[in-house]
């Protein structure tokens, strides 16, 4: 997916912020997972210097790449336990308020991933906005500077997105 000298260049820049994000989605999955944030962090990494090159522009997009991984890699995990329980391993994950602000925001992982999916069939780029906000943890800013759009746009195709989310997740009232 990217050039791996510079995914290597790279990761050193935003590790830190990575390994952050990764321990805040892990945190809200069940006690006693064996994935551990660093771990998370490193198979994200292995999975974009393995793949083949990819043009990257800067920290930002890089970091975009490496959380867009990173939800492969629990979705992927997600429905693996989901298979092998017949349903009783499927998790749940507390989305930010941003997301859901009327309710506790809890929602399962692979729904979410499911909900993204259409999402991003409907419209990409709402799509690719709330994968961002949801599992990148990017600002606004952030966002507008990688899409090469106005912050006015962001905004409102984040609230659009999101009110269209918030339709379609089965949203709960338990938080793992």
């Known amino acids: 997916m990217a050039e791996a000298g510079r995914v290597a260049d790279l990761l050193p820049l935003v590790y830190e912020q990575l390994r952050a994000l990764a321990a805040g989605y892990l945190r ?8 551990q944030p660093t771990a998370l962090v490193h ?3 292995l999975r974009l210097a393995g793949h083949p090159p990819v043009s990257l522009h800067g920290k930002t997009h890089f970091f975009a790449l490496a959380a867009i991984q ?12 989901a298979s092998a329980k017949r349903g009783g391993g499927l998790r749940r994950i507390a989305l930010s308020d941003d997301v859901a602000a009327s309710t506790d925001g809890s929602v399962e992982l692979l729904a ?13 780029r709402r799509g690719k906005i709330s994968e961002m906000r949801i599992f990148g943890g990017m600002t606004v800013g952030e966002i507008a500077s990688h899409l090469g759009v106005s912050e006015r746009t962001v905004r ?6 999101r009110a269209w989310l918030i339709k379609e997740l089965p949203l709960g009232n338990s938080s793992a």
Not at 156 to 161: F, G, M, N, S
């Open 70 to 81: 990173m939800r492969r890699i629990l979705v992927d995990r997600a429905r693996a336990a």
């Open 112 to 124: 979410l991933d499911e909900a993204l999916t259409r999402l991003a069939r409907r419209n990409p």
């Open 43 to 45: 198979e994200a990494y």
């Open 156 to 161: 409102e195709d984040w609230r659009v997105a």
């Open 28 to 35: 809200r999955e069940r006690p006693g997972g064996t994935l």
